[in-house]
């Protein structure tokens, strides 16, 4: 049985969570969507857009999304790729002014138990 708070799943705006991305397929479950779920310890929720500044980060902090690991089927992330960040890693990058920009109808609405919407907003990519 489907877990209640997944079905449907819901962005930060209230509305249906939308697809995040699928060249690369992104998301804790590689469906292209930011869901979530008990497994993802990591809130895999906040739909972001790659860029130079955030890659560098993530990487000096130990995630490594630009390298490609093809023994996982990972061809590494460039700048404009959208991908499920992990909701605390986001709000680091926000901390030390290197958050990327987000896509808000694609966040999963669990994001907002560590992110501020009003922060996620000054980065949004969909919005206006």
């Given at each position: 049985?489907?877990?209640?708070?997944?079905?449907?799943?819901?962005?930060?705006?209230?509305?249906?969570?939308?697809?995040?991305?699928?060249?690369?397929?992104?998301?804790?479950?590689?469906?292209?969507?930011?869901?979530?779920?008990?497994?993802?310890?990591?809130?895999?929720?906040?739909?972001?857009?790659?860029?130079?500044?955030?890659?560098?980060?993530?990487?000096?902090?130990?995630?490594?999304?630009?390298?490609?690991?093809?023994?996982?089927?990972?061809?590494?992330?460039?700048?404009?790729?959208?991908?499920?960040l992990c909701a605390l890693r986001w709000r680091e990058a926000y901390?030390?002014?290197?958050?990327?920009?987000?896509?808000?109808?694609?966040?999963?609405?669990?994001?907002?138990?560590?992110v501020d919407l009003f922060d996620l907003k000054r980065y949004a990519?969909?919005?206006?």
């Amino acid at each position: 049985m489907a877990d209640p708070e997944q079905f449907p799943a819901r962005n930060v705006l209230g509305e249906p969570l939308e697809t995040c991305g699928l060249d690369p397929v992104t998301g804790f479950f590689r469906d292209g969507c930011c869901n979530t779920g008990p497994e993802d310890r990591g809130s895999h929720t906040v739909c972001a857009e790659m860029t130079e500044s955030f890659l560098a980060f993530s990487k000096a902090r130990g995630n490594d999304l630009s390298t490609p690991r093809p023994e996982f089927g990972f061809d590494g992330l460039k700048p404009g790729d959208r991908w499920c960040l992990c909701a605390l890693r986001w709000r680091e990058a926000y901390a030390a002014g290197r958050a990327p920009r987000v896509v808000l109808a694609a966040t999963h609405e669990r994001a907002l138990e560590v992110v501020d919407l009003f922060d996620l907003k000054r980065y949004a990519h969909d919005l206006n």
